[in-house]
């Protein structure tokens, strides 16, 4: 892009005043020979995300916060962030992690040899030992694989700005599972997704409103996109998400138990009420899914039949 400039740092944010300031102040304390910027894309933060982060201006050489409130959601404010980055390189992370020492020259040296990279996830600094070693387990291999093609995360990857203008950025139709969509949509084109252990990030997990509403909302939109991304790839060999009869039969078993729950302690109910929010939301969105398609089939520009060979 013709700029000295040759990283950029795209941080989405929203709301993320508790912990801003700690991958802040981890980001102004990283080296690496070459130039490289910082950019906060807002995306309508109500606190005071802003603010703290323009406590950090001059903690960087390259500097920007990006108004990326037109439209809520992380594929947006990611796209907004790259969208203005300066360089040709760009290394996302998240508001609410830390990335560890190293990190952006990690990022920046691989973008000099690989299209797109995907860094390690740690768990064991910010969470309860069960739930770090659920969390490492998931993604001991490096890259998660689950039902289709391995894939990163939206919250520790580095990727060639062309790249990511030729997949057209991350698809703004999905609430959840765009960065796996992002990931796949890349390796259908021909790309392969290179793993970067040395590019660690510590993640919090569990770190979303606990109300039943906001259990029920998010599991209704995960199942929901869940099918949809099937929908989208069943054409490549993409195996088909957990059935809906299984769905209404784990549900109907744990109404069942509802009755003798109302006279247990509030810590037992709550967690009944927990399980029948996140169940709840299983099942509508599993319907949803099935009855709706807000994305198209994907159809890979450079080939007719896919083949992940492209070196």
């Not at 037109?70 to 609410?96: E, L, Q, T």
């Not at 992690?97 to 390690?120: F, N, Q």
């Not at 997704?193 to 770190?207: E, S």
């Not at 199942?223 to 059935?243: E, I, Q, V």
Request: net charge positive.
């Amino acid at each position: 892009m013709g700029s000295d400039v040759k990283l950029s740092v795209v941080i989405p944010c929203l709301n993320a005043e508790a912990t801003l300031a700690e991958q802040l102040e981890a980001l102004a304390s990283q080296s690496w020979s070459s130039v490289w910027e910082l950019v906060i894309s807002d995306n309508g933060s109500s606190d005071k995300s802003v603010e703290i982060a323009g406590r950090y201006q001059k903690a960087f050489s390259h500097f920007q916060i990006v108004d990326a409130s037109a439209r809520r959601g992380g594929p947006y404010a990611i796209n907004a962030g790259v969208k203005a980055a300066r360089a040709d390189h760009v290394a996302v992370c998240d508001a609410d992690d830390e990335v560890e020492p190293g990190w952006v020259a990690s990022m920046g040296e691989a973008l000099k040899k690989y299209d797109i990279v995907c860094g390690r996830f740690k768990f064991d600094k910010f969470n309860d030992l069960k739930t770090a070693q659920q969390s490492a387990e998931a993604w001991k291999d490096g890259l998660y694989t689950g039902r289709f093609l391995p894939g990163g995360g939206s919250g520790n990857f580095g990727v060639r700005r062309v790249l990511h203008d030729e997949i057209g950025g991350f698809d703004e139709c999905l609430p959840h599972a765009y960065d796996a969509d992002y990931f796949w949509r890349i390796q259908l084109e021909g790309y392969p997704l290179h793993y970067l252990a040395a590019a660690a990030i510590q993640i919090r997990v569990g770190r979303v409103n606990p109300s039943f509403r906001s259990i029920f909302r998010r599991s209704k939109i995960r199942f929901a996109s869940n099918y949809w991304c099937y929908k989208r790839y069943r054409a490549y060999g993409m195996l088909p998400p957990p059935t809906l009869r299984g769905s209404l039969s784990q549900c109907a078993r744990t109404v069942k138990h509802g009755a003798r729950m109302y006279w247990q302690e509030k810590a037992r109910r709550d967690s009944w009420l927990a399980q029948l929010a996140q169940q709840t939301g299983e099942v509508i969105g599993q319907v949803q899914g099935r009855l709706t398609s807000p994305c198209q089939p994907y159809r890979p520009k450079n080939m007719g039949e896919y083949s992940v060979k492209r070196t």
